[in-house]
Structures are given as C-alpha cells and as structure tokens.
C-alpha cells in the first residue's frame, strides 16, 4: 500500500521544539520533492517547507525560515521537519506531501490534486 504517514506531533510550551517524521510506505521517497504544509482551524493551509530530490534544495516559508530544518533520512525513507523556537501561531495540522521532483520550485504553490501523494496529518499544539 502506497502512503505516507507523518507522526511527532503534540502539545508543547511556546519556545519548545518537536521534530515531525513523514515516513513512506509502498514507494521510494527519495526520487520525490517532499513538502511541508500546515493548515490551522480557519486559515488557508500554508507552504512550510520542501526538500528537493537530487541535491537536497530546502526552502522554507519566511514565518519558520531558521526556526525549522527540513532533512532526508532516505535508508529510512523518511523525511524529518525539526521546529525549535515554537509559536503559538504554529498551532496546526501539519501534513507531508510528495510531488514530482521536476516540480520543486512550485512545491508550495500548486493545488492540492497535483501532489503525487499526501499524508494524514499530526497535530501539533503550541500552548503554555
């Protein structure tokens, strides 16, 4: 069975850190463009981040960029997003995406039904 499968997710302090795993199943991640995308109740889902697939191209959203690292693990086919520096405002769910690795520049602007696959998301809650 194809899927993705994102897990880390929870509750923490703002100022606190967790690290999201987007683990695949049934495919290869390494061959794709791995995106981040974050959606909060009442809000457009957001672009967080992306990795490309042949020389590891990261971009980040200007509300993580150094706070969050994007990272590949491909002999565990997964793909980590490490939060430090958590906000309140980064109160969402978050959900892993894969797309064609041709299409890395445009990771956070295409539709939902151009990704190849998506996962179910993790919820994360920063909240003191």
């Known amino acids: 069975q194809v899927q993705l499968v994102e897990s880390g997710g929870g509750l923490v302090q703002p100022g606190g850190s967790l690290r999201l795993s987007c683990a695949a199943s049934?495919?290869?991640?390494?061959?794709?463009?791995i995106g981040w995308f974050r959606q909060a109740p009442g809000k457009e889902r957001e672009g967080v981040s992306c990795?490309?697939?042949?020389?590891?191209?990261?971009y980040y959203a200007d509300s993580v960029k150094g706070r969050f690292t994007i990272s590949r693990d491909n002999a565990k086919n997964t793909v980590y997003l490490q939060m430090n520096s958590l906000k309140p405002e980064d109160t969402a769910v978050y959900s892993c995406?894969?797309?064609?690795?041709?299409?890395?520049?445009?990771?956070?602007?295409?539709?939902?039904?151009?990704?190849?696959?998506w996962g179910q998301g993790t919820q994360v809650t920063v909240s003191s």
């Open positions: 995406t894969a797309l064609s690795p041709l299409l890395f520049k445009l990771c956070v602007l295409l539709p939902a039904d151009e990704y190849d696959y």
């Open positions: 990795i490309g697939s042949s020389d590891g191209s990261t």
């Open positions: 049934g495919f290869t991640l390494d061959y794709y463009t």
